[in-house]
């Protein structure tokens, strides 16, 4: 309050000696009071004392907060612009150029932090187990090169085929069945090993009476659950280490790659 009333003071010798030295015209008097009188703002209803001096020391129109949310809004759209055009997106770890400058450590934080949120320890749910009779009936099936499945083009292929299994006489094979996709359904996972790796997911359309290749991953990928992969790479110097995040359609959310 003291400091409003200093203020106040401070401004009334000023139009005085403005008064007294100055010779103003009454159209510039009038332009100069009614510019005064539009930075007082208007009040509806009954005010107190304390609530009409507020507004007095505070005394920020609707233009002028609207023109500043407008600039902070402005410089937030051209930072992100910015940084989205310095920023360089890789496809995959391999594709990492020599010799990349280290992180900050505000970078490594943030990065710690993201990883942190997320959730690698998945759950393999059975999904509804009255159906089990019929859907391991339907899946021998196709194990057994009867029927064939669809890839994500539409393409028709018999396991035996797509993978090559007659190539190699010596690998060994092991299977998975239960929810992986989460729509209380199993599905049907198949793990290459002893030369021929891979991981293959198979999903069973009851209604349609078709088989979907689900997911495909390559050499070193396991399942580590509903909707969730894990890969170890020993063939490079040290463990390398991933995880993967599908979603309820196969296709995957998230990667995340330690070395």
């Known amino acids: 309050m003291k400091r409003a009333w200093k203020a ?5 010798c000023c139009v005085l000696f403005m008064l007294g030295c100055s010779q103003k015209t009454q159209p510039e008097l009038d332009s100069h009071t009614e510019m005064m009188e539009n930075t007082v703002p208007e009040t509806t209803g009954e005010m107190t004392s304390e609530e009409i001096q507020k507004e007095i020391e505070n005394p920020v129109s609707q233009e002028s907060s609207t023109e500043i949310i407008g600039t902070e809004q402005e410089i937030s759209v051209e930072s992100v612009e910015e940084a989205s055009k310095a920023a360089k997106v890789y496809s995959s770890w391999m594709d ?3 010799n990349l400058p280290y992180a900050d450590e505000t970078t490594v934080q943030l990065l710690m932090d993201a990883y942190e949120e997320l959730e690698y320890v998945g759950t393999f749910e059975p999904g509804n187990v009255e159906d089990y009779d019929e859907y391991i009936k339907k899946y021998k099936r196709l194990v057994d090169n009867e029927v064939p499945f669809l890839d994500d083009e539409g393409n028709a292929f018999y396991v035996r085929e797509y993978e090559r299994l007659d190539q190699y006489p010596n690998a060994t094979y092991s299977y998975y069945f239960f ?5 209380e359904e199993p599905e049907l996972g198949i793990q290459g090993y002893m030369g021929n790796y891979f991981l293959d997911v198979f999903d069973y359309d009851r209604e349609a009476d ?8 390559g050499a070193g990928y396991e399942l580590a659950g509903r909707q969730k992969l894990f890969c170890i790479d020993y063939m490079h110097t040290g463990p390398r280490c991933a995880f993967t995040q ?11 790659f330690f070395s």
């Open 8 to 12: 106040l003071g401070v401004c009334g």
């Open 96 to 98: 990492f150029e020599k």
């Open 210 to 217: 078709v088989f979907r290749l689900w997911y495909s991953a």
């Open 179 to 183: 929810d992986m996709d989460g729509d």
């Open 246 to 256: 599908l979603d309820e359609d196969g296709n995957e959310e998230l990667n995340v």
